[in-house]
């Protein structure tokens, strides 16, 4: 399939036009119709899908899943950062599956209005967000005003000028904070603990009150974490996938890490976006629970990307270290720079919802995972050098 990424000019917002009131229609009556009796099913495949945030790891996942789904679906991605150049291996992967992308700003209404006003998409995948935890807490206001107002501007947008579109929203296991009960589903009561998380409770609940208030059909994940080869590297996953990949190329680094004791329910972030996209192709937009039921912690992701790069892992008090059998290799540093005020984990979800609704399943346990992080690591170190 031969998709081109046509980039842009950084000034392409500015070319958005002003929309007059007259396309500002809302239909607060719709609520009851949704609620009564919800809209016949949809059984076709989108042929236009909108995805914000298209440069970040959810963004690629779901246009790779996509384009496996169908290769001629037109996919068009929101990214507001122009004045920085893409990652070699994120812009081949934007450049593979990515028909174009728009440079904007979620947080513009009069922006989300004229793009989703002229692009009219089946589906829009809202993933733009600040989502590093570790950042929220050193900026909360930027945190809240991307993830919340973002939302708003998005969701706004869709019930103006194109409310047959179905929006995904994309919330997080890190609202229920540190559950004391396991599994957590649907029902289980939200905690934020982070900035990151209060936000992502304010825009699940925006999301809610548009389903309810304007008959939007809007779907919420809940879901856990999900990693794979477009990982950002600030998170704990690729850290570790990046070291492990180099320690088997030879390159024998210390790592340094904060809590390793963290629990968490870590997915493969391309079994995720089939169960967003049955979200949005489901006979009504409802509230799910995603995660693979399994839990592990950090320390777990460090022995298992250690054995995939074929090395064991000893555990001191300080920390660890690598061992290739009889010498050791690397060692593993606590830094308390990498320990957060408020830790959110205990995650173990419970899935049977969307299970039993839409039958999705996760495919790829824990140790794929960590296998496909390390050798995807190591074949990017070898072509990019990073
Ligand atoms: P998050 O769950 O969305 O915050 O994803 P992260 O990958 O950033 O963090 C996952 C868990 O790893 C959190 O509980 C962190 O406290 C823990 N962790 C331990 N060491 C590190 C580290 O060096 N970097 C990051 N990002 N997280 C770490």
């Known amino acids: 399939m031969q998709s081109t990424l046509q980039v842009d000019s950084p000034t392409a917002t500015t070319q958005v036009s002003t929309p007059t009131p007259t396309t500002v229609v809302r239909a607060p009556t719709a609520s009851v119709t949704v609620i009564s009796s919800p809209p016949p099913p949809r059984r076709d495949r989108p042929d236009v899908v909108l995805i914000t945030g298209i440069a970040g790891q959810d963004g690629i996942e779901m246009s790779r899943f996509l ?62 967000a600040q989502s590093f935890v570790a950042y929220s807490f050193m ?16 969701l706004s947008a869709v019930a103006d000028v194109h409310p047959t579109a179905r929006v995904y929203f994309a919330g997080s296991s890190e609202m229920w904070g540190r559950p004391s009960t396991t599994p957590q589903d649907e029902n289980t009561q939200f905690n934020p603990r982070s900035p990151y998380a209060v936000s992502k409770v304010a825009g699940f609940y925006t999301a809610r009150y548009f389903r309810e208030a304007y008959g939007t059909f809007v779907a919420s994940g809940i879901a856990s974490n999900h990693e794979g080869e477009y990982r950002g590297h600030e998170f704990v996953t690729q850290k570790i996938a990046t070291w492990a990949a180099k ?16 629990r968490k329910d870590w997915g493969w972030a391309g079994d995720f976006m089939g169960a967003f996209y049955s979200m949005l192709m489901a006979e009504r937009p409802r509230e799910y629970a995603v995660g693979t039921g399994v839990q592990h912690t950090v320390r777990d992701f460090v022995e298992e990307a250690l054995a995939a790069a074929g090395f064991r892992a ?73």
């Open 247 to 262: 320690l088997k190329m030879g390159r024998y680094e210390d790592i340094e890490l904060g809590n390793l004791d963290a």
């Open 139 to 154: 900026n909360p206001a930027a945190t809240y005003e991307n993830n919340i107002m973002g939302t708003l501007s998005v």
């Open 67 to 128: 384009r496996s789904v169908n290769p001629n679906m037109r996919i068009i991605g929101i990214d507001r950062r122009h004045t920085r150049e893409y990652l070699p291996h994120i812009a081949e992967a934007l450049r593979k599956y990515v028909d174009e992308i728009i440079y904007a700003d979620v947080m513009d209404y009069h922006a989300m209005l004229d793009i989703i006003g002229r692009l009219r998409p089946d589906h829009v995948y809202h993933f733009a």
């Open 314 to 386: 000893r555990w001191g008090d300080e920390g660890g270290s690598a061992w290739d059998g009889d010498t050791r290799v690397a060692l593993v540093h606590i830094n308390p720079k990498f320990i957060r005020p408020l830790e959110s984990d205990n995650y173990r979800v419970d899935a049977s919802r969307i299970k039993q609704e839409l039958g999705w399943e996760p495919r790829v346990a824990f140790e794929g995972l960590v296998h496909l992080m390390v050798y995807a690591a190591e074949r990017r170190i070898q072509m990019y050098g990073y």
